[in-house]
């Protein structure tokens, strides 16, 4: 069994190397090793710490290493980021058994050379009384991206669109654990109900003022080992895809196409807001992902939604036409939810400008599902003009059958850039959300 750093250890490598999900593969790995309470926590805290400040603490270990980063090996290259983190960022740890403990870990996983180095360098950030120096504030990207921990490459796309104290607000506003939100299942539950429920059992949950059928929780532990989340009365959605869905408002008896649909939530959120009396087909490309969201919609007893495998990007006659509401929620670079997924920030952004391509296509194909008179919403999950507002403004241009409809937004919903009355933005920073965007079409003729 691994101790909390150890386990640590083996999710940042996993995530470095495979490409691992961050949240997938710490779950799985505490569970490997029945890490609990304050294990989990410390071992939760040093993964998600390590990976959103992975930048910032490159950037320190240059200014202390005699060797460059790219020729330290990822294993001492992890735990030296393990180490500056504890030192830097967790006061609880001594500073002593920060470095003691780093080089026990080295050791355990037979980096007998690379011990020393690991030492060395954080005992003299020790000496150093943990200082560094920060890139000028006159250079603005480089400084931006130090002090956030985000790449240059993502700092200079938000500043060419966006107001640059909203950007710096973005960035500040993705250090830390976002809030985690559940949606409740109206069908067999209340929202006041359900929160007693859950305060019952020890978890700590606030309401939300935007939306009427969600909640905020904290120190929640195990969520699926939780009675209220096996019998269906929840499941984990933000409340930016809570207000997306409750943007589309399906009625009774319309037929509803939710495209690229997994895991499901908002599928299963339009068929709760139109009490399970919708006709809602859930299309995804994949097998699995497809079981995923009919497992789901079993356990929360939802019976309006038919789950299917189907490419986006393929013309399907038989169902041309036939759809009153067509959700397209694309695949998208996820610049929105770094704060959930820090891993993202350290990832190669190269495919940004190939993904607007991909999501009109999806778009265009998914716009002929509509019945004339129909209802057509686009939605990212990430801060993009580029894969947002401007692949709604193209469709727009070049459909001349369709026209943009007012999105009904509710009051406490702000919004962050002057935007056209049928697109909506929402910045983590305004209103506590994943970032997100949605726009609203009608196919008139």
């Known amino acids: 069994m691994k101790n909390p750093r150890e386990a640590a250890f083996e999710v940042l490598y996993r995530v470095e190397s495979d490409a691992s999900y961050s949240n997938l593969t710490l779950d799985k790995v505490q569970k490997e090793n029945n890490l609990q309470g304050r ?42 980021r393990m180490g500056v ?29 690379a011990s020393g180095f690991i030492n060395g360098l954080l005992r003299s950030f020790v000496r150093a009384e943990l200082s560094y ?5 006159s250079d603005k990207v480089k400084y931006l991206s130090v002090k ?35 949606r409740v299942n109206t069908l067999k539950t209340d929202r006041e109900s359900l929160k007693n429920e859950l305060n019952a059992l020890g978890v700590k949950v606030e ?32 409340i930016s895809s809570v207000i997306c869905s409750e943007l589309v408002a399906p009625k ?15 599928s299963f959120s339009m068929a709760l807001l139109a009490n399970d009396k919708a006709k809602i087909s859930s299309f995804d490309l994949y097998p699995h992902k497809v079981e995923l969201i009919k497992n789901s919609a079993k356990r929360l007893k939802i019976t309006s939604i038919n789950a299917s495998v189907r490419d986006a990007l393929t013309e399907d006659n038989s169902l041309i036409g036939q759809f009153d509401v067509v959700l397209c929620d694309a695949p998208c670079s996820g610049l ?12 190669a952004i190269d495919d940004i400008n190939s993904l607007p391509e991909l999501q009109y296509s999806i778009l ?13 919403f686009y939605s990212t999950c990430t801060l993009n003009p580029k894969e947002n507002n401007e692949i709604a403004d193209k469709f727009l241009s070049e459909h001349k059958d369709f026209e943009a409809i007012a999105l009904n937004i509710p009051e406490n919903i702000k919004r962050g850039t002057d935007e056209p009355v049928n697109q909506l933005t929402l910045f983590p920073h305004i209103n506590g959300t994943d970032g997100f965007f949605i726009s609203a079409f009608k196919k008139v003729r």
Request: with cysteine; aromatic share 8%; net charge positive.
């Open 207 to 238: 309401n939300t003022a935007l939306s009427e059928n969600a909640l905020l929780v904290s120190s929640t532990g195990s969520l699926e080992s939780l009675k209220p989340f096996k019998e269906g009365d929840f499941y984990v959605q933000d």
């Open 148 to 182: 956030y921990s985000c790449p240059e490459d993502i700092v200079k796309l938000w500043l060419s669109s966006y107001p640059e104290n909203l950007v710096e607000n973005m960035l500040s506003s993705f250090m830390g654990r976002p809030e985690l939100s559940l």
């Open 336 to 347: 929105g939810v770094i704060g959930r997924k820090p891993e993202i920030r350290n990832r």
């Open 252 to 266: 009774e008896s319309e037929k509803v196409a939710d495209v690229c649909a997994a895991p499901g939530s908002k």
């Open 39 to 80: 294990d989990a926590s410390f071992c939760t805290a040093l993964v998600y710490g390590v990976l959103e400040r992975q930048l910032t603490l490159d950037y320190i270990i240059r200014q202390y290493s005699s060797v460059r980063l790219k020729k330290i090996e990822t294993k001492a290259l992890i735990i030296l």
């Open 85 to 113: 983190f504890q030192l830097l960022y967790m006061d609880s740890v001594h500073s002593g058994a920060a470095v003691n403990e780093s080089v026990n870990l080295a050791k355990k996983l037979k980096l007998q050379k």
């Open 364 to 376: 265009k194909n998914t716009a002929k599902l509509l019945k004339t008179g129909g209802r057509l």
């Open 133 to 137: 120096k920060m890139p000028e504030k």
